[in-house]
């Protein structure tokens, strides 16, 4: 990496939400999907597969009554990692990057595996800066940012 080898300062802040993936508004993500240009029959489909979820709870051998799950999506779905990835990449590009970032391969920085982002930077403040953008934009889909975690 150049920034080491000119002995230039790299800083990074690891962002972590709140169950991320319970989190997530579903309206939002419908809306996004059509803005991602998803077709409608498709978004019609992942709104029929996460309509009218319900869960209970098992402790010991006594179970609860259903729970009805209005927002996030389904534990333990192939689709919910995708799902909150759609959400996730419709916050990332909302936020408006400062260009003083760190640029590897000519590009801004922002990692992002599952519920995990990693944003990097050539200062603290610009990292700060970008990591608040960042915090705003996935409020507006659900997320909260976890302060132990980050």
Known sequence: MKKWEYNEEVHQLFIDFNKAYDSVRREVLYKNFIEFGIPRKL?????????????????GKNVSDRLSIRKGSKQGDALTPMLFNFALEYAIRRVQVNRDGLKLNGTHQLLAYADDVNRLGGSMHTVRENAEALVAATREIGLEVSADKT
């Open 43 to 59: 978004v019609k489909l992942v709104k029929m597969s996460l309509t009218e979820t319900y869960s209970s709870v098992r402790v």
